[in-house]
C-alpha cells in the first residue's frame, strides 16, 4: 500500500493550536500529533501572539487560529502576528478556523493575513489538503 502524502503534510512541523474552548484544542492537538505535528496550544489571541512573539525563529510552521475568541479574536491576533517584529512574522502559515464558513469570513480572514480558512466542525482529510495547500505555497 502507498502511503497516503496527505496524512504527511503535518508530519515533523510545530504547530500552534489556538482556541478558547478547551475541547477543541484537545481533540486537534490529538489529531495532529496522530499526524506527525508537536503541538502546543493557546486559549486566545493574545497568548498565541505572546507565544509566537516570544518563540524562536521558524519555531511554529503553523498557527491554526480559532476566529471568535474573548480577550482578543482571531483576526486581532493574526494582523498583530503579521504586523510584529518576529523574523517569522510574514512567513508563519495561519489557517482561520470558524464556525462560520461564509465568503465575508474567508474574506475578513485573508485581509487579516491569515493564509486560508477551515470551517468548524473540522474535517480531518479536508483540513489536512487546506493545510497542503498552504504549505506547498509558503514554499514557493
Keep these: 500500500a502507498v502511503p497516503n502524502p496527505t496524512k504527511?503534510?503535518?508530519?515533523?512541523?510545530?504547530?500552534?493550536?489556538?482556541?478558547?474552548i478547551e475541547v477543541n484544542r484537545m481533540i486537534l492537538k490529538k489529531i495532529l500529533s496522530t499526524l506527525g505535528a508537536a503541538c502546543e496550544t493557546a486559549e486566545n489571541g493574545q497568548e498565541a501572539l505572546d507565544k509566537f512573539v516570544s518563540s524562536a525563529p521558524g519555531e511554529y510552521?503553523?498557527?491554526?487560529m480559532d476566529v471568535q475568541m474573548p480577550i482578543m479574536d482571531g483576526y486581532t491576533a493574526s494582523r498583530a502576528?503579521?504586523?510584529?517584529?518576529?523574523?517569522s512574522a510574514k512567513t508563519v502559515a495561519v489557517i482561520a478556523m470558524t464556525a462560520n464558513a461564509f465568503v465575508d469570513d474567508v474574506?475578513?480572514?485573508?485581509?487579516?493575513?491569515?493564509?486560508?480558512?477551515i470551517a468548524k466542525p473540522i474535517v480531518v482529510n479536508k483540513m489536512t489538503d487546506i493545510i497542503q495547500d498552504v504549505l506547498d505555497h509558503k514554499r514557493r
Excluded: Y
Design 61 to 64: 510552521d503553523l498557527i491554526l
Design 81 to 87: 502576528i503579521r504586523a510584529s517584529s518576529h523574523p
Design 107 to 117: 474574506r475578513e480572514a485573508l485581509a487579516a493575513g491569515m493564509d486560508a480558512h
Design 8 to 20: 504527511q503534510v503535518v508530519n515533523g512541523k510545530r504547530v500552534l493550536v489556538v482556541d478558547d
